[in-house]
Structures are given as C-alpha cells and as structure tokens.
C-alpha cells in the first residue's frame, strides 16, 4: 500500500467544495482543511503508483478551485506502539 500527503493550495472561496469533490476521488482516503501554506491536505492510499498518478494528477488537479499541489510520498508509518517499542529500555516495572 502507498500513502502520499498532499498539500492543496485552493481558491479561498472553493475550499469547501474543493474538499467534498476531492474526497470522492477514488484512492483519497481523508481530506483536512488546515492552517499554514496550503488549504487541504488529502491522505491517498493506493496499491500502485499508477493509481496515485491517476488520483492527483488526473483528477485532484483539475477539480474546479485547485490551484496547486505538493505531494509527499510515505516511506514508512510509525504508531504509538512502535515509538513505544523503539524508545524501550527493556526494563521490567
């Protein structure tokens, strides 16, 4: 599975409607509006990168009210468990 962020920059007056439509493109599992440089950040997870192409170049960008994106793609996922596990010193309680 590939999990990209992608950082949307939208038309002020679009963003809400940008997130609903960007949130029913197949592959897009959650849509955020945010503060700082970007309006939205959308969380994408697909098998293939293929299907993450399709996803944001072939659909996020032309929703109507895209300005522009900025995508990061995942290497590895870190859980609570796992910092938990990582910072462990092993020690009984």
């Not at 599992?29 to 939205?40: F, I, K, P, R």
């Not at 659909?59 to 995508?71: A, F, Q, Y």
Request: charged share 25%; aromatic share 6%; hydrophobic share 45%.
């Amino acid at each position: 599975m590939i999990t990209a962020f992608v950082l949307i920059q939208t038309d002020a007056a679009r963003i809400p409607e940008c997130a609903e439509e960007i949130s029913e493109i197949e592959g897009i599992s959650e849509v955020y509006s945010v503060t700082g440089d970007c309006d939205l950040i959308a969380i994408a997870r697909v098998r293939r990168h293929e299907d993450l192409a399709d996803a944001i170049a072939n659909r996020l960008s032309k929703v109507e009210g895209v300005i522009g994106t900025t995508t990061q793609i995942a290497f590895r996922a870190y859980s609570q468990h796992d910092l938990d596990a990582a910072f462990s010193l092993g020690f009984d309680s």
